[in-house]
């Protein structure tokens, strides 16, 4: 929403707010464009409004048709009111902490090119400008922040910068501590302070990983329990229970599996992954991105052409009621898969790249120790290097060579081998050589041990992945075809049950297929697309081609099993 609509709809309201502090320092780090007390004036005033138009839809109703359902429509409405103001105040904070969270992916690599800088030159404030300025996100404008209101102090803004992450990550703190040890220690013993300084964060990297790891096993445990095999395991059982008496209508059951379930999968999973302490999402790739088509009308055109075609087929296999399900799941799904796949063809080059980095820091760094020339050095790692690390190197080489242009303008100049490359380490990596190039033998073996550094972020990065997904799997594989298998299978059992018993006797009619095909079917795809979210921002952080390419392709598995399994189970019933 535009910051003119929301100070148009701030204006609308006549109360004095008071918003948290955490909201007005959430808008900062964003840099949002309005403050806090406008968005909390804005939010009020739409909730007033939901309010209102909830209320006047309510008494509409229960003139056309009974006084219950308008009070049922009043009552969502007014508890939809209700939850704007406080949606849109934890919203913001929640967009913060992902925000933050995605930030300090790169704090040890900040500190592996202060520690870089240190070991040329033991100033601690040029180590800190190099670290900033050279990096990418956030964190290192943070850090630039800090640095420049240090200058003409005793200060050297890198302590505070530290202090001001430390709640966030306290290892920040412990490396910074040593890198200023590693300055004023003798030069026989700064390396070792300088080691120690990327051990302690890359140390807590793992230690916050492995402690979140076990902090959310309960929770996804229970999430995947109450969220997911308790409420499809009860649709099996809601004919019989009819039959001893108890009433379940169909508007109920749309208000649990469709409005209440939802709700409640969505907000334990922000709180899941509003703890996750450190994200290593993929690269974002903007819209302006060259490899990007811009033709989005394209992948909504694919959308709706999947939508037609599944609707219709469901219609034909499965029944009319299945056809909304089939289009919502299949459209949307194909939409987003064909909306994120360009970008995905973008993050498969940068990982690409990003395998044999720090194999090239290693090689080049050798070279330069030995008396070689960057620009030959890069050359020459090129040659040895295979796959698509190799070609960027030698791409570099090249347009140095041709063009005449500095190492630093052949990698990240706006023609260079990484103009259409948003590879962050990539570029930190070509910083490194741009400062070899200058500094000479000195930076050589610099860059040979940030290499060993490069290669054991890695590994850290690999091996929080893996215990993260064997936490995830489960709910992976739930949204994607175990959930939509179970829901379709119980849905054709209700249906039999119903066919076969005799439920009216007890006063209570048989719940109609249709509706409760419908009902568990928004439910199944709503599943699909809240535990994808889950499990990939648990697993890499939130991205949104990553999101987007994931929930997409669960939406057209999930569509397919639900209806399969509703088919399959029928033959055998």
Known sequence: MSRPIVERLAGWWPLAVDPAPETDRALAYLEASVDAETLDAASRAVAALVVVVAVGAGVSVAAVATTRLGIGVASAGTATGVAVPLGASRGVRFLSTVARTRALGAAASLVGRAALRLRIDPTVERAAAFAARTGRGSLAASLGEHVERAAGTPRNGIDAFAHEWSD?????????????????????????HLDRAVEAALDGVREELASFTGEIRGPVTGLYAFGVLLPLALIGVLPAARATGVRLSIPMIVALYDVVLPAVVVAAGAWILARRPVAFPPPRVGRDHPELPNRRHYAVAYGVVAAAVGGYVATQLVGPWAAPVAAAGLGVGVGLVADARPAMRVHERVRAVESDLGDACHLVGRRVAAGEAVETAIADAAAQLTGATGAMLADAADRQRRLGVTVSEAFDGETGALATLPSRRAREVATLFALAATEGRPAGEALVTTAEHVAELDRVEREARRELTRVTDTLSNTAAAFGPIVGG?????????????????????????????????????????????????????????????????????????????????????
């Open 168 to 192: 966030r990550f306290p290892a920040l703190e412990r490396a910074v501590t040593r890198l200023d040890a590693a300055a004023s220690a003798p030069t026989a013993e700064r390396d070792r």
């Open 489 to 573: 299978t119980t849905v054709a059992l209700s249906a039999h049950v119903t066919r076969t018993s005799t439920t009216a006797q007890f006063g209570a009619a048989p719940l109609p297929t249709a509706e409760l095909g419908l009902a568990v079917g928004a439910y199944v795809l709503w599943l699909a697309a809240a535990l994808t979210v889950l499990s990939t921002g648990v697993t890499y952080g939130i991205d949104r081609t990553l999101v987007g390419h994931r929930v997409g392709v669960a939406l057209c598995l999930a569509t397919a099993c639900y209806l399969a399994a509703f088919v399959g189970a029928g033959l055998f019933l």
